[in-house]
């Protein structure tokens, strides 16, 4: 049960990250500060590398509850690197600085339906376990 509790705290950390993504788009929306998009480019491409090297180690163990709730993580992780890189190439090409906070809001969204995904499953798999139920076909 352990494994599904930690499945679950880590659907609620997407939840706050989602948030936090809302909150910083929203000030960079408000208040577009000057980006050097080449920085962001650079700092968004790095992370998607090792966020890839780190889906590939997790594609070994994905049946684990807790190994899908890190993989969905790193996966958000990846879709907001991506959403910088568009960002920072429009800020680059027409010089719009609140590209980066427009990118925000839909990848909130995804982290949001992603973060109740990993709840509802872990406090379901929970939830069967303490009834003695299990998912084996016989």
Do not use: C
């Not at 080449?38 to 790095?46: E, G, N, Q, T, Y």
């Not at 163990?61 to 993580?73: E, L, Q």
């Not at 949001?112 to 376990?129: M, N, P, V, Y």
Request: glycine share 10%; no cysteine; aromatic share 8%.
């Amino acid at each position: 049960r352990r494994k599904f509790k930690s499945a679950q705290f880590i659907g609620f950390l997407i939840i706050a990250g989602a948030l936090l993504i809302w909150v910083m788009g929203g000030l960079q929306l408000h208040n577009a500060n000057e980006i050097d998009g080449k920085w962001l480019l650079i700092m968004a491409l790095a992370d998607i590398l090792s966020d890839a090297l780190l889906l590939g180690l997790l594609l070994r163990y994905r049946g684990d509850t807790t190994v899908r709730a890190i993989f969905a993580d790193v996966s958000i992780d990846t879709l907001a690197s991506i959403g910088v890189i568009i960002g920072g190439i429009v800020i680059l090409i027409t010089g719009f600085y609140r590209a980066d906070g427009i990118a925000a809001i839909p990848i909130g969204f995804v982290a949001l339906f992603l973060a109740r995904k990993i709840i509802i499953d872990a406090k379901t798999k929970s939830s069967q376990l303490k009834n003695g139920h299990s998912n084996h076909k016989h």
